[in-house]
């Protein structure tokens, strides 16, 4: 019930295309989910984050979309660019009595190729 | 711009030896974790740490593991006697708030391979 499920592995795109990752949790604690971007040899930077009392966010090329209902949620990155290209992780968490632990999913390998 | 600060990038060590990877949070910082990354593999949780003491630890986080903050700024993670299986990167975190909505910084890694 902890994990969160991450989709595609990996993903190719041409510059300027609309990459789309998805994600999908069970546990209905989870209260605030974040998007990471990570670049090889370095540590995941937070991209973008949500919390389930909105449907989507923007800032700048990147949007989330969340279905509550659901329990998905999902990234997308508008006009893709070469330097896009990282890997991209999806994470879910809730306050718990410990200290709001992050639990992420498996990443998404995206390439945008010119 | 402030920075979470790991040391060192990389360590090679023999199986069974002790391993301690530092870490130097964000100064005003105030929640800590350990995350371990298998190579090609997800980030998973090893620990979180507040007010000088574990707060939440994972399974991963057996007897072998253990954490420490000697001196108010150094967080160190110790592996008393490392497994091939430890081979991994380990990141440190650290949040300034314990809301949700505080963002968790991530050091660069140190990559540990056991041998």
């Known amino acids: 019930q902890q994990q969160v499920k991450q989709s595609p592995q990996s993903l190719i795109v041409q510059k300027g295309g609309i990459p789309i990752i998805n994600c999908a949790y069970e546990?209905?604690?989870?209260?605030?989910f974040p998007w990471y971007q990570q670049f090889p040899g370095k540590g995941p930077a937070l991209l973008i984050a949500?919390?389930?009392?909105?449907s989507e966010k923007k800032e700048g090329r990147f949007t989330i979309s969340f279905n509550k209902s659901a329990k998905q949620f999902s990234l997308h990155i508008m006009d893709s660019q070469p330097g896009d290209s990282a890997t991209y992780f999806c994470?879910?968490?809730?306050?718990?009595?410990?200290?709001?632990?992050?639990?992420f999913g498996t990443g998404t390998q995206l390439k945008v190729e010119l | 711009e402030p920075e979470v600060t790991q040391t060192p990038s990389h360590q090679v060590t023999q199986m069974g030896q002790e391993v301690i990877l530092r870490c130097v949070p964000i100064?005003?910082?105030?929640?800590f974790y350990w995350y371990r990354q298998i190579l090609g593999q997800k980030v998973e949780f090893l620990v979180s740490?507040?007010?000088?003491?574990?707060?939440?630890k994972s399974e991963i986080f057996d007897d072998q593991f253990s954490v420490e903050r000697p001196d108010g700024s150094n967080f160190t993670l110790k592996i008393r006697s490392t497994k091939l299986e430890d081979s991994a990167m380990y990141f440190c975190?650290?949040?300034?708030?314990?809301?949700?909505?505080?963002?968790?910084?991530f050091g660069e890694g140190s990559r540990l391979t056991v041998l």
């Open positions: 975190a650290s949040r300034r708030d314990r809301g949700i909505s505080g963002e968790l910084f």
């Open positions: 546990n209905t604690a989870f209260d605030y």
């Open positions: 949500i919390r389930p009392d909105v």
């Open positions: 994470a879910a968490s809730g306050v718990t009595g410990g200290g709001n632990k992050l639990t």
């Open positions: 100064s005003n910082h105030l929640y």
């Open positions: 740490f507040y007010n000088n003491e574990i707060s939440e």
